[in-house]
């Protein structure tokens, strides 16, 4: 299994970020996929996840109304569009497909 995160970087409050995940090893349409963060010195929290088909989505209350998650079952790619972005969406974020992680990419929101 390998998951390949990319799109992360510095951005200003207020601005917007999309994320991928870009999936190989394994049958990508069969499995929920989900973004997890972990900014400095706190736990890894679950932002979003969407279901196989991507019928089902579900976000964190911190970002609901702000990130969008959906995937793309022929591409292998689950992607995170993050607007409004806040100083407190600082973090790094992974792709999670159980039980593999990605080697995450880092989000700035800072002015």
């Known amino acids: 299994v390998q998951l390949v995160e990319s799109g992360g970087g510095l951005v200003q409050p207020g601005g917007s970020l999309r994320l991928s995940c870009a999936a190989s090893g394994f049958t990508f349409s069969r499995f929920p996929m989900s973004w997890f963060r972990q900014a400095p010195g706190k736990e890894r929290e679950l932002v979003a996840l969407i279901s196989s088909n991507g019928d089902t989505t579900k976000y964190a209350d911190s970002v609901k109304g702000r990130f969008t998650i959906a995937r793309d079952n022929a591409k292998n790619t689950v992607y995170l569009q993050m607007n409004s972005l806040k100083p407190d969406d600082t973090a790094v974020y992974y792709c999670?497909?159980?039980?593999?992680w990605g080697q995450g990419t880092q989000v700035t929101v800072s002015s």
């Open positions: 999670y497909k159980p039980v593999s």
